[in-house]
């Protein structure tokens, strides 16, 4: 069954940078797609970031050329560079992979962004 552990969340001031990661259980991790979501209190959960098993990418227009979502497969491992984060950035940022219709989550890694 897959399992999935985010880390790296935390307090950062504007302008900061946080490195996320996602680990995963289970042997199919290579052959899903895996994405980054966030949800701020009293708002909807978003798509943040994408990676295709491939290795293509798309991001949110909010966190193009700030954001970098990348995989290692070896290590069952993905991960969000966050880069010159600003306070709307604030969420609960969740982990998710996705094979056609089947979706796993992890549980969230709080980050805030502020001064």
């Known amino acids: 069954q897959v399992q999935l552990v985010e880390s790296g969340g935390g307090l950062v001031q504007p302008g900061g940078s946080l490195r996320l990661s996602c680990a995963a259980s289970?042997?199919?991790?290579?052959?899903?797609?895996m994405g980054w979501y966030r949800q701020a209190p009293g708002k909807q959960r978003d798509l943040v970031a994408r990676?295709?098993?491939?290795?293509?990418?798309n991001y949110a227009d909010s966190v193009k050329g700030r954001f970098t979502i990348s995989r290692d497969n070896a290590k069952n491992t993905g991960y969000l560079q966050m880069n010159s984060l600003k306070p709307e950035d604030t969420a609960v940022y969740y982990c998710?992979?996705?094979?056609?219709?089947?979706?796993?989550w992890g549980k969230g890694t709080p980050v805030t962004v502020s001064s």
């Open positions: 990676i295709t098993s491939g290795g293509s990418t």
């Open positions: 998710g992979l996705s094979l056609g219709a089947i979706i796993y």
């Open positions: 289970g042997s199919r991790f290579s052959i899903m797609s």
